[in-house]
């Protein structure tokens, strides 16, 4: 069973920074993708950042120059180092993974359940 597991979301002041972590438990044949969305109040749930095999990697605009994504294939872990954070980056942060689990061998998309970051000014 394909679990994915965040950690190191939490309340920190304008200009501060967080360390957003994902693990993900299970066998696979192959995780092609990590990445992290965000969902704020009202809005709908965004891309943040993605990295894929050959860890090439996309942004959203909003976070290019601010946030990191990377990732330890050994570890099947996912990082988001965000740094200088406003209170516009609050929202609930969910890692995805997209991955062919070695039990059901077909690309599959997974969710973690989600870890608050508060931004104050």
């Known amino acids: 069973q394909v679990q994915l597991v965040e950690s190191g979301g939490g309340s920190v002041q304008a200009g501060g920074s967080l360390r957003l972590s994902c693990a993900a438990s299970?066998?696979?044949?192959?995780?092609?993708?990590m990445g992290w969305y965000r969902q704020a109040p009202g809005k709908e749930r965004e891309l943040v950042a993605r990295i894929f095999n050959a860890d090439s990697t996309n942004y959203a605009d909003s976070v290019k120059g601010r946030f990191t994504i990377s990732r330890d294939n050994a570890k099947n872990t996912g990082y988001l180092q965000m740094s200088s954070l406003k209170p516009e980056d609050t929202a609930v942060y969910y890692c995805?993974?997209?991955?062919?689990?070695?039990?059901?061998?077909?690309?599959?998309?997974?969710w973690g359940q989600g870890t608050q970051v508060t931004v104050s000014s």
């Open positions: 299970g066998s696979f044949v192959s995780i092609s993708s």
């Open positions: 995805h993974i997209r991955a062919v689990p070695l039990s059901i061998r077909y690309a599959t998309d997974f």
